[in-house]
């Protein structure tokens, strides 16, 4: 069993950074594949990034390419989304979740763990 408590979302200006980080409990988080999810208000929940077990191979969605960055530090049990430039649009609850699987996905029904979410809001 994994636990996953996420922290560092708020309110920030367009144009801003944020970084939220993702703690994770149990001794099999070097295992896992990790990634974070948003979802809008009104809307279905959507994949923003992943990151390999390891944290050689990152995937992310076309909306934050080159705005968003993944990584992990598997000695802290830890995932973190630096997240710049952002929008209105990426105003959302973020979750972050984890797959038994080592290798990325973005398909939402393969992770098997995920957190309470936190909260971003980007104000314009």
């Known amino acids: 069993q994994v636990q996953l408590v996420e922290s560092g979302g708020g309110l920030v200006q367009a144009g801003g950074s944020l970084r939220l980080s993702c703690a994770a409990s149990g001794r099999t988080f070097s295992n896992y594949a990790m990634g974070w999810f948003r979802q809008a208000p009104g809307k279905e929940r959507e994949f923003v990034a992943t990151?390999?077990?390891?944290?050689?191979?990152?995937y992310y969605a076309d909306s934050v390419k080159g705005r968003f960055t993944i990584s992990r530090d598997n000695a802290k049990n830890t995932v973190y989304l630096q997240m710049n430039s952002l929008k209105p649009e990426d105003t959302a609850v973020y979750y972050c979740?984890?797959?038994?699987?080592?290798?990325?996905?973005?398909?939402?029904?393969?992770?098997?763990?995920w957190g309470q979410g936190t909260q971003v809001t980007v104000s314009s």
């Open positions: 979740a984890a797959d038994r699987s080592p290798a990325v996905t973005m398909f939402e029904a393969k992770y098997d763990y």
């Open positions: 990151i390999s077990w390891s944290g050689g191979n990152t």
